[in-house]
């Protein structure tokens, strides 16, 4: 399941760069709009299934910043 996870997010990944190089060349309005249409899906896709994925947040303990380890040690 990871290393599906893992092929999805660099699926998705290069999607958004294949859109955004596509945003630099000449296009009608109607395809700049699906391009954008697209790039934004991708995006919020990524974003998703990499939050799925990675559910850790990295905390640090209330006060702990700028105590030395005698001082928390006491």
Same mark, same amino acid.
């Given at each position: 399941m990871f290393d599906e =996870?893992?092929?999805r997010i660099r699926a998705h990944r290069n999607n958004i760069h294949r859109y955004r190089r596509l945003q630099r060349t000449k296009l +009608? =309005? #109607?395809e700049r709009?699906?391009?954008e249409r697209?790039? +934004?899906e991708e995006q919020a896709a990524l974003e998703? #299934? *990499?939050s799925? *994925?990675?559910p850790v947040a990295l905390t640090m303990p209330r006060g702990s910043i700028g105590r030395s380890n005698v001082?928390?040690?006491s």
């Open positions: =996870d893992l092929a +009608s =309005d #109607l709009r699906f391009v697209r790039l +934004s998703a #299934l *990499t799925r *994925t990675f001082e928390a040690a």
